[in-house]
C-alpha cells in the first residue's frame, strides 16, 4: 500500500491511497486542477482514482468534488448524514445522485484490496468521521476535524503504519488572534479541532514499534506554524515507550499546497 497527502490544511485537504489493485482519494478539498497537479507528481491522474471517500461535508474537504465527479464519474462512499449533506449544498454543482454510496458511521467498506473502516468523530457536521485503511498487511489512518478525541478513535486507529492526524492551532495564537470570538469558542469547543497538545497525545496513544512515517495535518493558516506545532507535538511524545526522544520519530508537519512525497509501507 502506498500512501501520499495532497494538501493538508485549514484551507484544503486530499490524500491519495494506492494498493496493487485500486487508487482511492480521501477528500477533494481543492481545486480538480489542484489535486490533478499533485497527483501528477507522483505520476497518476484523474482517471486512475476508483472511489472517493469524504469525512464530512465542510467546504475544505469537498470543494473540487463537484467538479471531479462530473469529469470522471467516480463513486463516492460517505456516511449518509454527509450524503445528504452535500447532496443539498449548491456549490457542489449539479452531479449525478447515483454516484453516492452512503454508509452508516462506523461501518467498514471492503473496496477491492482496500479495507476502509469509518470511524465515528465529534465535530460540527451532521455525521462525520475519520478513516483507518488497510490492504491485510498495512494500515493507514487518517483523523483530523476531530472536535475532541474518543476511545473509538483510538480504538480504530489503533497499529497504524502511517497515522495523519490533525495539529489545527496553537490555543495561545488562536486566542489572540484575528478570528471573531464565536468562531474562537467554536474551534476551541469539543465539536472543532484539536490543538497541537491534543494532536501529540493523541499520536502518544497510538505510537507502535512499526509506524513509518506521521504527518501533522491539518494546520490552520492563521493560527498555527509548522515549526511551532512539530516542537509542541515533540514536548507531548517526550519520554514516550517507542522512541523516548522525539527526534527519532518519523514525524513531519504534512504540506499544506503541495503534495509530500509518496510513502510505500
Known sequence: MKIMNLVSGSSGNSTLISTDQTAILCDVGVSMKKIEE?????????SDIDAIVITHDHIDHVSGLGVLLRKYHIPVYASKGTVDALLRMRSLGKVDPELFRPFRAGDTIQFKDLEIRSIPVLHDTPEPVCYSFSDGRKKAGIATDL??????????????????????????????????????QRILGDYGHLCNEAGGALIRELLNDHIKEIRLGHLSKENNLPELAMMTVKQELLGNPYSPDPEGLPLFVAARDTADPMVEL
Open 38 to 46: 499533485c497527483l501528477n507528481t507522483a505520476d497518476y491522474s484523474g
Open 147 to 184: 472536535g475532541h478525541v474518543t476511545e473509538e478513535v483510538i480504538h480504530g486507529l489503533q497499529d497504524c503504519d502511517y497515522m495523519l492526524i490533525e495539529a489545527n492551532h496553537d490555543i495561545r495564537m488562536l486566542e489572540a488572534g484575528p478570528y471573531p470570538y464565536p468562531l474562537k
